[in-house]
């Protein structure tokens, strides 16, 4: 039998979407009256508490310096309300968008904190809302300043950025002033690489080469042989050879023969044994994994997906293009 899920926590996770739902998605936030929330802290009641006890000891015993520190007290407490509300209103928060990231990584974000006011604004946080991972920054006088924070992206795809919170508790801790924000922004999430991948798949014969071009016999589309005098150094494959002890160079013949294509029908099919929905996402895993590979070799390769064909290519802009084909596929 299993066990019932705690009331208070459910009825806390309905509460807070909702709340969210209510919120409209944008990029950029005003802190105003409506949207910044003040309540006491821990040490904030406590310290009613503290000054309750002091004015019923004072009422009491006719204490009139009792009477004087009670309301001493009370003061700075409400003045630090007003000043710890002061901290939040007024900011703007602009999000600067987040770069593509591989899934099961940090994500980082960056925020702009603008301040049109003439005081400095003290002892800023922010997070992903739940986290519990801060970021402090002070704002200058009609200043900005430029937060960092991150969340981890577990699902490959176009996805949302989470909701995050800002608050401050300056200047006395007694109070906590907070808010919430729903960016607009979404942040493309690659696949997670696989971490040790099959070699590389064998080259394929260029369309109308000669029919008799053979395969590698190393076992994957590698592109190199071995190194003949007279090769210039920038064909010389210094990985390989650092890992061998033997001078290796690029085969451009060879090159011209075969073409690698890192095909997503022929890796689901080795997959076939798993589920489907797992055969894919670890396809789609080893898919990435051999184009970060076949890049840093240089090499030209082409993808084939279920609707879509990349023509073999090279280039930090080809690669892009692979990655971000292979998050939405």
Known sequence: MTPTRNPVTL????????????????????????????????????????????????????????????????????????VCHGTLTGLTM????????????????????????????????LAALGSGHWSWADVGPQGSSKVHISFVANTRGLQPIPTLTAETRFPLGTFRVWTVWRPATQVLIYPAPEPHPPPLPLGEPRTGGAPTAQRHTTGEFDGVRAYRRGDPLKLIVWKKAAKSDDLVSRDAQQAQRLELWLDLASVEQSLRSRAAGAAREQALSRLCAWVLQAESRGLRYGLRLASRELQPDSGPAHQKNCLQALALA
């Open 11 to 82: 009825f806390r996770r309905r509460f807070q979407a909702w709340f969210e739902s209510r919120m409209p998605r944008q990029d950029s936030a005003v802190l105003t009256q409506r949207n910044v929330y003040i309540l006491p802290t821990r040490p904030g009641l406590m310290l009613g508490l503290t000054l309750l006890v002091l004015l019923i000891a004072s009422i009491n015993y006719q204490l009139n310096l009792g009477y004087l520190l009670t309301f001493m007290l009370t003061g700075a407490a409400i003045i630090g309300i007003h």
């Open 94 to 125: 602009h999000l600067i968008a987040p770069d593509a990231c591989f899934a099961g990584a940090s994500v980082p974000l960056g925020i702009q904190l603008n301040n049109p006011s003439k005081r400095t604004r003290y002892g800023i946080g």
